[in-house]
């Protein structure tokens, strides 16, 4: 049955890439597709992290070509691997780097996230050094005194294993898993945000962009510069914050047809206004 | 006579279909927990094969992204925050069902059923998200981290109330009139004739209620995930951080891939594990009395 | 009366006057400050444009409309579902089967432990058996169907309990009288056995509308208006689920959603016992 869908889908991606050969003699790029001739659904699957701006993005892209219906599924970069590795899907969404053993995708970077450590406002220490961070994370440093602040024990607050978040924060940090030493595991960064907003002993990492927009609306939270450079989207842009992840989109096969138009749109700077709207960074600029 | 042979035949006829179709029909529902079970068994094969199932309770920690995966602490975690909240709520939610029945005045006894009604249906992640914004940060007043074995507790027995209180209150509602009058006519006060006689007989109904209501706060996840801490540990107060079975499926699942992911379908086969424990030790304690 | 008791026993039915009255004082006050808090800060923000709009900016403007039209479906199909397999299996449990009888003894454990299934390992489930097994992708077909899993449990054990509650000399009766098990069952056991019935409608109705995990894996996360029961559609629990914990300021609009679920939760209820209290009734007083 999924057999028969499959099929069909690609029977249409290629009936559609075939009438596109034919209209514009060989040429198959997305600007050279009219309105008329995109059409059909594309899946897209995997993290919810990217979920909300490749759903916007999709919404534009309808707008475009009104017989094209883009259908946006979340559960996570491994379930957008796994769903366009089975052919469920038809682009997948990584919130990572690609791993070495996923080399058979296709991945096309549409946007970067910075990670910011966040500690509460009412919080007096100022600044953190990274052997400092370091300390705090694998328990050498546990009051709040030894780096200049309250007497108060520190909660650390930890990313659950395999989120990207801690995987670029560990890597940047030079640290072990097995050495953190966490009070509280958390999974989205808004749960994060909201776990270090209810707690003034709270220390946390999370996507500098949602900090941002949170610290911005008057959530007591505040974002702690890191090796001397302040956390702000404006400094992941500029290339000068250390700690930042791509955001991907996958294919099994190089991309051809309706994919390859969407991806390149995706891609193209008519969707930079999106991407800030969602706090994310671009590309280029 | 031969239109009343027939009858009689017609009848027996239907009593036979409608009994197959109904044996058809509940057939559904077991293969649903054959496959559901299955799912799991496949899912979780390929980490089983060549990791074994005894290392998921001896291993050092739970470090999938490092080979390894000790799922003690998180049995020990499930277990009490089930025990904490079943303990809390089962009293709370035949109290509520009593009330309604033997102390609310009408006025309030309606409103208060529909309250719990709604109580019902408040998505978990609802309920999690009040954990997280109003109750965590009381409790991190108190003692923190404020994540917390206790948060979870409380949440799980605002979440599981409403299922006992409504069987209780449903079984409540099918006491013979006879038995109530009876237990006046004898003098009996209120409370005494609720405990001798009104709560023997719906013994099976708070039964079913109880066992439902421990299913409930087992399975649940979104909320526990909210305001339990998810540290992996065996807690030693009720104010440290635990992670559950459920959480820690729902928590990683989004990244997993290969040996991590097949582990967290183990963790659902343990989690299951337990379930047919608690069912079958159910079912031991009651001897089959419950359903007579 | 009060006077003819002794001391202790009368102690005794004070302190239950007070435990009871004490629990249900909790349980409201615990349910106020909850639903006080969603009312407060969601009822801003709740307007007929709200209810009729589509989601913009990732949710944080706009409204839910295709979003309401979805978890209507969904629910639809789940309970179009789980009825029809509920009822039969109560009835035959609590019926057709002895107590004792292995077939019975096993579905009613299957049950027990089925109750238990966490809400994401039905959503994986139905992932891999609805949306890719059977081919419905993600669609409301596929979250309806998982639900209707999900739900069976409660609406049969509570269901069952309501059959089990009616009076055996109900059944005597109509068997002096020559009543076929059929018809005994549909005039006159199943209109008794109401109240169970309801109690596991309004569970699983509640379960159905509340759940996220087994949904954003099934019916999915699309929230354009749904024009088959093949697309995709976002329920209103993912919607507030996503808002409050994956999109950066879309907490008022997850606050405003979360109150119109309760909303239309309490309609359903209220519609549910409207229907009990007076249709069924007539219908026993027509027999």
Same mark, same amino acid.
């Given at each position: 049955?999924?057999?028969?869908?499959?099929?069909?889908?690609?029977?249409?991606?290629?009936?559609?890439?075939?009438?596109?050969?034919?209209?514009?003699?060989?040429?198959?790029?997305?600007?050279?597709?009219?309105?008329?001739?995109?059409?059909?659904?594309?899946?897209?699957?995997? $993290?919810?992290?990217?979920?909300?701006?490749?759903?916007?993005?999709?919404?534009?892209?309808?707008?475009?070509?009104?017989?094209?219906?883009?259908?946006?599924?979340?559960?996570?970069?491994?379930?957008?691997?796994?769903?366009?590795?089975?052919?469920?899907?038809?682009?997948?969404?990584?919130?990572?780097?690609?791993?070495?053993?996923?080399?058979?995708?296709?991945?096309?970077?549409?946007?970067?996230?910075?990670?910011?450590?966040?500690?509460?406002?009412?919080?007096?220490?100022?600044?953190?050094?990274?052997?400092?961070?370091?300390?705090?994370?694998?328990?050498?440093?546990?009051?709040?005194?030894?780096?200049?602040?309250?007497?108060?024990?520190?909660?650390?607050?930890?990313?659950?294993?395999?989120?990207?978040?801690?995987?670029?924060?560990?890597?940047?940090?030079?640290?072990?898993?097995?050495?953190?030493?966490?009070?509280?595991?958390?999974?989205?960064?808004?749960?994060?945000?909201?776990?270090?907003?209810?707690?003034?002993?709270?220390?946390?990492?999370?996507?500098?962009?949602?900090?941002?927009?949170?610290?911005?609306?008057?959530?007591?939270?505040?974002?702690?510069?890191?090796?001397?450079?302040?956390?702000?989207?404006?400094?992941?842009?500029?290339?000068?914050?250390?700690?930042?992840?791509?955001?991907?989109?996958?294919?099994?096969?190089?991309?051809?047809?309706?994919?390859?138009?969407?991806?390149?749109?995706?891609?193209?700077? $008519?969707?930079?206004?999106?991407?800030?709207?969602?706090?994310?960074?671009?590309?280029?600029? | 006579?031969?239109?009343?042979?027939?009858?009689?035949?017609?009848?027996?006829?239907?009593?036979?279909?409608?009994?197959?179709?109904?044996?058809?029909?509940?057939?559904?529902?077991?293969?649903?927990?054959?496959?559901?079970?299955?799912?799991?068994?496949?899912?979780?094969?390929?980490?089983?094969?060549?990791?074994?199932?005894?290392?998921?309770?001896?291993?050092?920690?739970?470090?999938?992204?490092?080979?390894?995966?000790?799922?003690?602490?998180?049995?020990?975690?499930?277990?009490?925050?089930?025990?904490?909240?079943?303990?809390?709520?089962?009293?709370?939610?035949?109290?509520?069902?009593?009330?309604?029945?033997?102390?609310?005045?009408?006025?309030?006894?309606?409103?208060?059923?529909?309250?719990?009604?709604?109580?019902?249906?408040?998505?978990?992640?609802?309920?999690?998200?009040?954990?997280?914004?109003?109750?965590?940060?009381?409790?991190?007043?108190?003692?923190?981290?404020?994540?917390?074995?206790?948060?979870?507790?409380?949440?799980?027995?605002?979440?599981?109330?409403?299922?006992?209180?409504?069987?209780?209150?449903?079984?409540?509602?099918?006491?013979?009139?006879?038995?109530?009058?009876?237990?006046?006519?004898?003098?009996?006060?209120?409370?005494?004739?609720?405990?001798?006689?009104?709560?023997?007989?719906?013994?099976?109904?708070?039964?079913?209620?109880?066992?439902?209501?421990?299913?409930?706060?087992?399975?649940?996840?979104?909320?526990?995930?909210?305001?339990?801490?998810?540290?992996?540990?065996?807690?030693?107060?009720?104010?440290?951080?635990?992670?559950?079975?459920?959480?820690?499926?729902?928590?990683?699942?989004?990244?997993?891939?290969?040996?991590?992911?097949?582990?967290?379908?183990?963790?659902?086969?343990?989690?299951?594990?337990?379930?047919?424990?608690?069912?079958?030790?159910?079912?031991?304690?009651?001897?089959?009395?419950?359903?007579? | 009366?009060?006077?003819?008791?002794?001391?202790?026993?009368?102690?005794?039915?004070?302190?239950? %006057?007070?435990?009871?009255?004490?629990?249900?004082?909790?349980?409201?006050?615990?349910?106020?400050?909850?639903?006080?808090?969603?009312?407060?800060?969601?009822?801003?923000?709740?307007?007929?444009? %709200?209810?009729?709009?589509?989601?913009?900016?990732?949710?944080?403007?706009?409204?839910?409309?295709?979003?309401?039209?979805?978890?209507?479906?969904?629910?639809?199909?789940?309970?179009?579902?789980?009825?029809?397999?509920?009822?039969?299996?109560?009835?035959?449990?609590?019926?057709?089967?002895?107590?004792?009888?292995?077939?019975?003894?096993?579905?009613?454990?299957?049950?027990?432990?089925?109750?238990?299934?966490?809400?994401?390992?039905?959503?994986? %489930?139905?992932?891999?058996?609805?949306?890719?097994?059977?081919?419905?992708?993600?669609?409301?077909?596929?979250?309806?169907?998982?639900?209707?899993?999900?739900?069976?449990?409660?609406?049969?054990?509570?269901?069952?309990?309501?059959?089990?509650?009616?009076?055996?000399?109900?059944?005597?009766?109509?068997?002096?009288?020559?009543?076929?098990?059929?018809?005994?069952?549909?005039?006159?056991?199943?209109?008794?056995?109401?109240?169970?019935?309801?109690?596991?409608?309004?569970?699983?109705?509640?379960?159905?509308?509340?759940?996220?995990?087994?949904?954003?894996?099934?019916?999915?996360?699309?929230?354009?208006?749904?024009?088959?029961?093949?697309?995709?559609?976002?329920?209103?629990?993912?919607?507030?689920?996503?808002?409050?914990?994956?999109?950066?300021?879309?907490?008022?609009?997850?606050?405003?959603?979360?109150?119109?679920?309760?909303?239309?939760?309490?309609?359903?209820?209220?519609?549910?016992?409207?229907?009990?209290?007076?249709?069924?009734?007539?219908?026993?007083?027509?027999?």
């Amino acid at each position: 049955m999924s057999c028969v869908f499959r099929l069909n889908r690609c029977g249409s991606l290629v009936t559609l890439l075939t009438l596109a050969l034919l209209g514009t003699l060989g040429s198959a790029t997305a600007q050279t597709f009219s309105a008329e001739q995109l059409s059909g659904k594309l899946v897209i699957t995997g $993290a919810s992290t990217l979920a909300p701006l490749i759903a916007e993005i999709g919404k534009r892209f309808e707008s475009h070509y009104p017989k094209v219906r883009v259908d946006v599924q979340t559960g996570g970069s491994s379930r957008g691997v796994a769903d366009v590795r089975q052919g469920f899907a038809d682009i997948g969404m990584v919130s990572r780097a690609m791993k070495a053993e996923e080399k058979d995708l296709h991945a096309f970077s549409v946007a970067r996230d910075g990670v910011g450590v966040i500690l509460h406002k009412e919080n007096p220490v100022q600044a953190l050094t990274d052997e400092q961070v370091v300390a705090i994370y694998t328990g050498k440093i546990i009051n709040w005194k030894d780096v200049g602040g309250k007497d108060a024990p520190i909660t650390v607050v930890n990313k659950a294993e395999g989120r990207s978040t801690l995987e670029v924060f560990l890597h940047y940090f030079k640290i072990r898993n097995t050495d953190v030493k966490a009070h509280v595991v958390i999974g989205d960064n808004e749960q994060g945000i909201k776990t270090v907003a209810g707690n003034r002993h709270a220390i946390g990492y999370v996507s500098i962009g949602t900090a941002e927009y949170d610290e911005s609306q008057g959530v007591p939270i505040k974002l702690l510069s890191v090796g001397g450079v302040a956390a702000s989207t404006e400094t992941v842009r500029n290339g000068t914050f250390p700690i930042s992840r791509p955001l991907h989109i996958v294919t099994r096969t190089p991309p051809v047809g309706l994919t390859k138009a969407f991806i390149d749109y995706a891609q193209s700077k $008519a969707v930079h206004d999106i991407i800030k709207q969602q706090y994310f960074v671009p590309m280029v600029d | 006579m031969t239109s009343l042979s027939n009858n009689t035949l017609s009848r027996w006829s239907t009593d036979e279909l409608l009994c197959w179709s109904l044996r058809g029909i509940a057939t559904i529902a077991g293969t649903i927990v054959m496959l559901i079970v299955v799912f799991l068994i496949v899912e979780a094969l390929p980490v089983l094969h060549h990791v074994g199932l005894l290392r998921f309770f001896t291993d050092p920690s739970w470090h999938p992204a490092e080979g390894l995966y000790n799922l003690t602490p998180m049995l020990w975690g499930t277990l009490f925050a089930m025990t904490g909240s079943v303990l809390i709520a089962t009293p709370l939610g035949i109290l509520s069902a009593v009330f309604c029945h033997y102390y609310a005045p009408s006025v309030l006894a309606r409103p208060y059923r529909r309250l719990i009604e709604l109580l019902a249906g408040v998505p978990s992640v609802v309920y999690g998200f009040w954990g997280l914004v109003v109750l965590v940060p009381l409790i991190a007043e108190i003692q923190p981290p404020g994540p917390s074995l206790l948060a979870g507790i409380l949440i799980l027995t605002i979440m599981i109330l409403p299922t006992i209180a409504l069987m209780a209150d449903a079984s409540l509602a099918n006491v013979p009139q006879q038995y109530l009058r009876g237990a006046a006519a004898l003098g009996l006060p209120r409370w005494a004739t609720i405990r001798g006689v009104v709560f023997p007989a719906v013994r099976s109904g708070l039964f079913t209620g109880v066992i439902l209501e421990t299913g409930r706060a087992i399975g649940e996840t979104m909320a526990i995930l909210m305001v339990c801490g998810n540290v992996v540990q065996i807690p030693s107060t009720i104010f440290d951080p635990i992670r559950t079975l459920t959480a820690n499926i729902a928590l990683e699942m989004a990244y997993a891939i290969g040996d991590h992911r097949a582990a967290l379908f183990v963790s659902g086969l343990v989690l299951l594990a337990m379930i047919v424990a608690l069912v079958v030790s159910a079912e031991w304690v009651s001897r089959g009395r419950m359903y007579g | 009366m009060a006077e003819t008791l002794s001391r202790p026993q009368n102690l005794r039915e004070w302190l239950a %006057f007070v435990l009871v009255w004490g629990a249900a004082g909790l349980v409201t006050a615990v349910f106020c400050w909850l639903l006080g808090d969603i009312v407060w800060h969601g009822i801003g923000h709740v307007s007929w444009t %709200f209810l009729t709009a589509p989601p913009e900016n990732a949710g944080r403007q706009g409204g839910i409309g295709p979003i309401l039209a979805s978890t209507s479906l969904i629910l639809g199909v789940c309970l179009a579902v789980s009825l029809p397999i509920g009822i039969g299996t109560a009835v035959l449990l609590a019926e057709f089967t002895s107590d004792q009888s292995l077939f019975g003894r096993i579905t009613r454990r299957s049950l027990d432990i089925l109750a238990g299934v966490p809400s994401i390992v039905f959503g994986l %489930f139905g992932n891999a058996f609805f949306c890719k097994m059977l081919g419905l992708g993600f669609s409301i077909l596929s979250g309806g169907l998982t639900l209707a899993c999900m739900v069976l449990p409660v609406l049969i054990r509570s269901t069952e309990e309501g059959f089990r509650a009616v009076p055996a000399s109900y059944r005597l009766s109509a068997a002096a009288l020559g009543l076929s098990r059929t018809t005994t069952l549909i005039h006159l056991l199943l209109p008794a056995a109401v109240p169970g019935l309801l109690v596991g409608l309004v569970l699983g109705v509640g379960r159905a509308i509340a759940e996220t995990a087994a949904l954003i894996f099934t019916s999915g996360y699309v929230d354009r208006m749904p024009e088959s029961l093949l697309d995709s559609g976002r329920a209103l629990s993912i919607h507030i689920f996503d808002l409050s914990m994956n999109v950066s300021g879309g907490d008022t609009n997850a606050y405003a959603s979360a109150l119109i679920l309760v909303i239309m939760l309490l309609a359903i209820n209220g519609t549910v016992s409207w229907l009990a209290t007076y249709g069924l009734h007539r219908k026993i007083m027509t027999v």
